[in-house]
């Protein structure tokens, strides 16, 4: 009762990071289903994608709502995105897990302070 | 073109190293393709919904999805969708883009160590 009760909290904070940054979630909705539910691995990254269906949908249909989505942007990143998975898959077995992770944490904080820097110039406005 | 190549990324990363499209997609749109922060956002998530459509789909042929624990969380998380697409339309593009680096940065350490 109690994994349910979190299982289902964690999956509202997934939610909220999905509509708010337009991230799907899965770095939470993962770790989820495989601690407190139980799920193997590779079971819990096959459902994490069932799971940010309904949480994406709803997303979808607020951001549309609210005028964000560009649909033609994102057929194109959808499909590209896709085929990017196929490859990453056959790369992921070729390379050391462990370099990758550490260089992937790494262009990360860069991009981070990129992102930061140009909020930071560019002057605030409304809306 | 350019979404070409970042969607490819996207999926390339996520393949990789398990992260969704949206933690590269958002970014990029942000820096390379000259989005502001909301359409950037708005229009990845749209993308990951095409993604995860594809996915749970393949998976699912596969046997490998679960679908009472999908429900357990991708309900309360398209309710936790909702509040925070609403919270979104609330805030600035700067708040929103330091919030976002904000994640990246954890994210950037949490894989560091």
């Known amino acids: 009762m109690w994994a349910l009760l979190a299982a289902g909290a964690l999956g509202l904070v997934a939610g909220m990071l999905a509509g708010l940054f337009g991230v799907g979630g899965g770095i939470l909705f993962v770790p989820t289903l495989a601690l407190v539910l139980g799920l193997t691995q590779l079971h819990a990254e096959a459902t994490s994608l069932l799971a940010i269906l309904p949480a994406a949908a709803a997303g979808v249909w607020r951001q549309r709502s609210y005028g964000n989505v560009r649909w033609r942007a994102a057929l194109i990143l959808g499909v590209a995105a896709i085929v990017g998975v196929e490859g990453g898959g056959q790369i992921a077995e070729a390379l050391p897990e462990h370099a990758l992770r550490r260089l992937f944490g790494a262009l990360m904080l860069a991009v981070a302070a990129q992102v930061a820097v140009r909020a930071w110039r560019k002057p605030a406005y409304p809306s | ?113």
């Open chain 2, 1 to 113: 073109m350019r979404l070409l190549v970042i969607g490819l990324l996207a999926g390339l990363f996520s393949a990789l190293f398990g992260v969704g499209g949206g933690i590269v997609v958002v970014p990029l749109l942000i820096l390379v393709a000259g989005y502001t922060e909301r359409p950037a956002m708005g229009t990845s998530l749209a993308a990951i919904l095409l993604i995860a459509l594809v996915g749970s789909v393949t998976y699912a042929l596969h046997g490998e999805v679960k679908p009472g624990a999908a429900a357990i969380v991708g309900i309360p998380g398209a309710i936790g969708a909702v509040a925070g697409a609403w919270v979104q339309q609330r805030l600035t593009n700067r708040t929103l883009s330091f919030a976002f680096a904000a994640l990246l940065a954890g994210l950037g350490i949490w894989f560091l160590v």
